[in-house]
């Protein structure tokens, strides 16, 4: 169905799409995207199940742009989707670097979990936003 791959730093997120379950498009809680996430790093790798709503990738990319177009101004963004497999915290600095925490959870209650460090540089938020949009169109023109 389609897939999306993100480099952030030395961290890798490759997200798979396994299926949708759709009652009505577009609408929150009643679209979801079946996901499989791999996130390797130079020392470590992990992948989980994920379901997301495509309303919340298509903000992500909305809240990535904002902090694009607010630079130099210091910001920050937090990915927290209603299913958290998968969050992300993101700080920008007056400098253009990007720091950035990503967090796989492999269950939501006590399973292991894997928390990565990564930067970029603030030239780069744009294409992942970009990216974000693209698989989202994809996915739910599949549909």
Not at 33 to 52: A, D, E, H, P
Not at 107 to 126: A, K, M, W, Y
């Amino acid at each position: 169905m389609g897939s999306l791959e993100l480099t952030l730093g030395d961290t890798k997120i490759v997200v798979t799409v396994l299926g949708r379950d759709v009652e009505e498009a577009g609408k929150p809680y009643l679209d979801w995207i079946k996901c499989n996430v791999q996130v390797s790093t130079l020392s470590f790798s992990g992948s989980v199940r994920w379901s997301v709503m495509p309303c919340e990738l298509t903000a992500l990319a909305k809240d990535l742009v904002r902090l694009y177009d607010d630079f130099p101004k210091r910001g920050a963004l937090s990915f927290n989707p209603s299913e958290p497999n998968i969050s992300m915290n993101l700080t920008i600095r007056t400098t253009g670097a990007v720091d950035g925490e990503l967090f796989v959870r492999d269950n939501l209650v006590d399973g292991d979990r894997l928390h990565c460090r990564f930067t970029i540089e603030q030239s780069q938020l744009p294409t992942l936003a970009r990216e974000i949009r693209g698989f989202v169109e994809d996915v739910t023109a599949a549909a």
